[in-house]
């Protein structure tokens, strides 16, 4: 299983917002950012391919 991180280079086109087919991307409001809600998402990687500036990145899941 593999998850998402958000580091550091946002900058809030929503794109990751609208594809995510899991609803797992949490908008935090203007200037906040986005979460991701990890017991929703399945690692598909449609975010960090969606991303225009690489702010997503996969990391493997700890077990
Ligand atoms: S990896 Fe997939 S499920 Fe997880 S936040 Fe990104 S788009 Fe959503
Ligand atoms: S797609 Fe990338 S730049 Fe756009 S809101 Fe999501 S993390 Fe930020």
């Known amino acids: 299983a593999r998850r998402c991180l958000s580091c550091g280079n946002c900058f809030e086109c ?3 917002y609208g ?3 899991d609803n797992a991307v949490i908008k935090l ?3 906040k950012r986005f979460e991701f ?3 929703y998402c399945k690692g598909c990687g449609v975010c960090v391919a969606e991303c225009p500036c690489g702010a997503i ?3 493997p899941e700890e077990i």
């Open 29 to 31: 409001g203007p200037g």
């Open 14 to 16: 929503d794109n990751c």
């Open 57 to 59: 990145k996969m990391v």
């Open 37 to 39: 809600n990890y017991e």
């Open 19 to 21: 594809v995510c087919p």
